[in-house]
């Protein structure tokens, strides 16, 4: 039995809170703010998050910081990744180096093109550090449907201990050193997420869905290899598996804010219909800004910025994707190689 930190009450960290409690762990939830937190401790359930759904017994639900960190063998950062950053600000006056932490959200900074382990270790350096991702819905995970992720370190040993604490029969967990693959790849499936939406919106079919999720791994891929990924990661679960969870899912507000930019929306109104944090938008410009560091051709990427960013038209960003100067499918591929 382990004591568990899981800073952020928002879906995916409540979703992870009652799976550790379901695995006999000591589970406390923070939460950003103490009438949230009060509202858990009171009703067992988070409503306007996963309506329905009652929480197991026996999870501390606490807004102290300083309380809540105190003798945790393991901190699970599951804030939007907009607020990783800040949120290890805060938990900054109260950590010791060595400690473990991982992360499960998804997303690169803009400003400084890190990823979510880039700023943990900008802030709280030396830390024993990992994530956890993978296609993996908290409103199915919190209802005990199969699913499958990966727990990814440098550490072997941390690696190990996160997915020992986090499997069961509903909840498969894989181990990676490629932690930079891992992150590419949850992050930008978001920025492809929103394409996806788009063409649905713009009532496109099954085709055109195909495309995107084929072509869009291949930028992602393309990206993560030249900064030190391995190919298999973008082959497996936190590659092609979560930008088709992400692209073709109910859940997945990347999708449905697309989807209302593709029936006419502004991105703007998008999001204030969607309702919650949409990362693919954060993380649309970043993706752009890694391209351009590393020299790697990004078209739907960049499609998708000018539309969020520039105020071109869906239907203009599908015409210009459409047109490119013809190409062969695969650059590595010659006539006389086969």
Not at 12 to 21: D, K, Q, S
Not at 39 to 56: A, V
Not at 207 to 220: D, S, V, W, Y
């Amino acid at each position: 039995m382990s004591d568990v930190l899981v800073l952020g009450a928002g879906s995916w960290g409540t979703a992870l809170a009652a799976l550790l409690r379901w695995n006999g762990h000591n589970v406390t939830l923070w939460a950003h703010r103490s009438d949230e937190a009060e509202l858990l401790r009171k009703t067992g359930r988070n409503e306007s998050k996963l309506p329905g759904i009652n929480l197991p017994e026996g999870i501390i639900y606490t807004s102290d910081l300083s309380q809540a960190l105190n003798n945790k063998d393991l901190v699970v950062l599951a804030v939007p990744s907009s607020a990783e950053r800040e949120t290890c600000e805060k938990i900054k006056p109260y950590w010791e180096k060595g400690r473990r932490i991982i992360t499960v959200s998804k997303g690169i900074e803009s400003d400084t093109l890190m990823t979510q382990c880039d700023i943990i270790e900008d802030v709280l350096p030396g830390s024993e550090l990992g994530i956890l991702s993978g296609p993996s819905h908290a409103e199915e995970v919190i209802r005990h449907m199969p699913t499958l992720v990966v727990a990814g370190s440098e550490s072997r040993e941390l690696a190990m201990y996160v997915q020992e604490l986090f499997m069961n029969e509903n909840f498969r967990v894989y181990t990676s050193p490629d932690v930079i693959g891992i992150e590419i790849g949850g992050s930008l499936k978001n920025v492809i997420a929103l394409a996806a939406g788009m063409s649905d919106g713009l009532g496109f079919g099954d085709n055109a869905k195909a495309a995107l999720i084929t072509r869009g791994i291949r930028e992602i891929s393309s990206l993560a290899c030249k900064m030190g990924a391995m190919q298999e990661t973008l082959s497996g679960l936190t590659g092609i598996g979560d930008l088709i969870v992400t692209c073709q899912s109910v859940h997945s507000r990347n999708r449905m804010a697309g989807y209302l930019i593709g029936r006419g929306k502004t991105p703007k109104e998008a999001l204030n219909e969607v309702k919650m944090v949409v990362e693919g938008i954060v993380s649309a410009r970043a993706a752009k800004g890694l391209g351009e560091k590393f020299n790697v051709e990004l078209p739907i990427i960049d499609e998708v910025n000018r539309v969020l960013f520039e105020g071109k038209d869906v239907k203009e960003a599908v015409l210009s994707l459409m047109t490119r100067d013809r190409k062969k499918e695969n650059e590595n591929f010659t006539w006389d190689s086969f």
